[in-house]
């Protein structure tokens, strides 16, 4: 089970490693879209100012990471920064209000990245403008995957990872894949719709053990 670039990682992990996998779930799963600058370029011709100016923000952050890693503020800190994401992250924690404190999970955020920043270095070497992939699963690679391994695709409908890939990857596997649209749930559909995304785990891995 992976998600966003967890995702990336658990699907190169089973194309070097298929018989140590029975089963993927790909929650959002990064580094699948194939990059296509000419289609960037048209879209953004033809959208709103509103969402120029969010792709200029997102080219900004991504000239970002290819010279820092993403949290390099965190390890810079000295602890402060698990009081800074109380107000810089309040759309995680919120996320989980009602269910867990909002100081735990900012502690979580800084503990699990003050350390060697090992999965950020590879996201920023993998990483290309505007959050693709320079070395996308589909079209080919994919088709590498091992026939036994069946792929489970989950994805919020108001995401910024799109659902494209997924279906691409139906149509070259058949019936090896399944996609998973998971109503009003943005990127974290795992804390967003909980229910809908511990149902449908729980289905998935019901199944293997069957």
């Avoid at 026939?147 to 279906?167: E, M």
């Avoid at 990127?187 to 967003?192: F, G, R, S, V």
Wanted: with cysteine.
């Amino acid at each position: 089970l992976g998600h966003s670039f967890g995702g990336f990682i658990a699907t190169n992990y089973a194309l070097k490693f298929p018989d140590r996998v029975v089963k993927l779930i790909l929650a959002e799963p990064w580094g699948y879209a194939t990059p296509s600058p000419t289609r960037l370029s048209r879209n953004f011709r033809n959208r709103s100012v509103k969402y120029r100016m969010f792709i200029l923000l997102v080219s900004m952050v991504t000239l970002y990471l290819r010279i820092f890693q993403p949290f390099t503020f965190i390890r810079w800190s000295f602890g402060f920064a698990k009081y800074l994401l109380l107000f810089t992250r309040r759309d995680l924690t919120a996320l989980f209000r009602g269910v867990v404190d909002p100081k735990a999970i900012c502690e979580y955020i800084y503990y699990f990245n003050c350390n060697y920043p090992s999965g950020e270095m590879a996201f920023s070497k993998l990483h290309i403008p505007f959050g693709q992939c320079s070395y996308s699963l589909l079209p080919d690679r994919i088709l590498l995957l091992h026939s036994s391994i069946p792929l489970h695709f989950l994805y919020g409908t108001n995401s910024w990872i799109r659902s494209d890939a997924g279906y691409s990857c139906k149509y070259l596997l058949a019936n090896t894949v399944t996609v998973e649209l998971i109503e009003d749930a943005n990127h974290h559909i795992y804390a967003e719709k909980s229910g809908k995304f511990n149902h449908l785990i729980c289905e998935y891995v019901n199944k293997f053990v069957d």
